[in-house]
């Protein structure tokens, strides 16, 4: 996804949060501010790709600060997010077990996202609202179809916390008798999910876990491992989680291969790329 205006003001809100949580020095954080000023300053213009100038600000703030993750305790506060809330949507799925409400349980994971939202967001509140709502965009049946056809399914992960929610669209992914694989983060970026994160929820247990090889923002495609680049070519099927994942599939060359956004919509541009409502759940096929 290119960027929008919108993007210039965000990246400086995010920045200036993710120093705040990387470090307490107020010089460094003004050296580095400089650096991330000079990023925008020489990369942001029409046409730029998002989750590529956002990759390269927070490698910038976890190399010049010396954190390799900023957002450490946040991760944590995410994963107690989601198990609080874990015994009430799996009531939820009680009373239907239909795949499309097992994808808007995932995406209602989607919100558990301080990277995008901000760290004064009222996450938990908007969880259970989230899962009370209906689909935006509704792609349920073609991906239905899909899985039906496939034996292979790549499953790009998104954030900590709403890995938790992805646990349970997995088990359900497995009454259609397809393999699947998560990818994650080889490395902490943003409050992203990493191995770590996986195994401590037990993602091991209804999948095959893999990293993308890096740490960027979603999936930027030079940057990916040549392992990953495998995977994902040779994948039936690919179902991406929340929006960093949807910037950078929407730069890449898919082919034929069906692949499916599962996102809440949290910001005006992505709103308008998809395009779909504001706080909208998606549930898009790019292909």
Do not use: W
Not at 66 to 89: C, M, T, W
Not at 99 to 124: C, H, P, Q, R, T
């Amino acid at each position: 996804m290119k960027v929008h205006y919108e993007c210039a003001s965000c990246f400086l809100r995010q920045s200036r949060e993710a120093l705040d949580l990387a470090t307490d020095d107020e010089d460094l954080k003004m050296q580095v501010t400089e650096k991330i000023n000079q990023i925008l300053c020489s990369e942001f213009r029409k046409g730029a790709v998002s989750n590529q100038i956002g990759t390269k600000i927070h490698r910038t703030i976890k190399k010049e600060t010396g954190n390799p993750d900023p957002y450490h305790d946040l991760r944590i506060k995410s994963d107690e997010i989601a198990l609080q809330f874990l015994p009430q949507v799996e009531k939820l799925l009680d009373n239907d077990k239909s795949l499309k409400n097992y994808l808007k349980v995932a995406i209602a994971g989607n919100v558990l996202d301080f990277g995008a939202l901000g760290l004064k967001s009222d996450i938990e509140g908007r969880v259970m609202s989230t899962v009370e709502k209906d689909l935006a965009i509704d792609h349920t049946s073609q991906l239905e179809e899909d899985l039906k056809k496939a034996k292979t399914v790549l499953y790009l992960a998104d954030n900590v916390g709403e890995i938790v929610f992805d646990k349970l669209l997995l088990k359900k992914l497995q009454e259609y008798n397809v393999e699947v694989t998560v990818a994650l983060k080889k490395d902490p970026i943003l409050n992203d999910a990493c191995m770590k994160e996986a195994l401590d929820v037990g993602l091991d247990e209804v999948a095959r876990l893999i990293t993308t090889g890096t740490d960027s923002i979603g999936v930027i495609y030079h940057d990916l491992s040549d392992d990953f680049k495998q995977e994902f070519e040779m994948a039936d099927l690919v179902i991406a989680k929340g929006l960093g994942n949807y910037e950078g599939l929407t730069e890449m060359g898919l082919g034929d291969k069906p692949v499916f956004c599962l996102l809440n919509v949290k910001c005006q541009p992505i709103a308008r790329d998809i395009p779909a409502e504001l706080g909208g759940n998606v549930v898009l096929k790019l292909n």
